[in-house]
């Protein structure tokens, strides 16, 4: 197990993590499957706070495979973070053909599948935060069916764990789409290169 963990430590340092980042319970006895009688730690969300109204040369269009009516997906890549719970926060916007918005600030539970609403957003270009209690299972078809694939494509990787920042704007840049300067700064995310 230890030489695992090594390994796999060594490859987060060569695609630009540091293996001082790693959250050492990821590798602990445990951790992917408790034994017979051995409980994990109870899970307790952390605390959320809204982040500023997305701003367009933060969006990120992404692609959404579903049957309805079509809608733009814009990912607010200013908005992004992981909590010490290890929630990826986003604030995502829905825009109808008739240029019309709804605009969510959410959290992705990776492990368990779920989201919640924080806030919405209003006429003022405000975020009014949401009371929600319960996270909820994503679902894949309609209009909402964007958060698996936002979470499969960007945000979670097949361990059910969240990508670094780092590896969520990576994974965006590879796709091609977001516009960078000519010192490869991100124009969304100052510094990133």
Not at 27 to 46: A, R, S, V
Not at 79 to 94: A, Q, T
Not at 102 to 114: A, D, L, P, Q, T
Request: glycine share 10%.
């Amino acid at each position: 197990m230890q030489r695992l963990a090594a390994f796999l430590a060594a490859g987060l340092v060569s695609f630009g993590g540091h293996a001082d980042d790693i959250d050492s319970d990821v590798f602990g006895k445990g951790k992917w499957q408790p034994e017979e009688g051995e409980d994990l730690p109870e899970w307790k969300e952390g605390n959320t706070f809204l982040p500023d109204y997305p701003q367009e040369k933060n969006l990120f269009p992404f692609e959404v495979d579903y049957a309805g009516p079509r809608y733009r997906y814009l990912l607010d890549v200013a908005s992004l973070s992981i909590g010490r719970d290890k929630v990826v926060r986003y604030s995502v916007i829905l825009e109808s053909e008739s240029g019309a918005r709804n605009v969510y600030h959410e959290g992705i539970h990776c492990r368990k599948k779920k989201y919640k609403t924080y806030a919405i957003g209003t006429s003022d270009r405000t975020f009014r935060r949401m009371n929600a209690k319960e996270w909820k299972p994503w679902r894949r078809g309609g209009v909402f069916g964007y958060r698996p694939q936002l979470a499969d494509r960007y945000l979670c990787n097949n361990l059910g764990y969240a990508y670094s920042e780092y590896e969520i704007m990576s994974r965006l840049r590879s796709v091609g789409t977001m516009d960078f300067d000519e010192t490869g700064d991100s124009l969304a995310v100052p510094g990133f290169q």
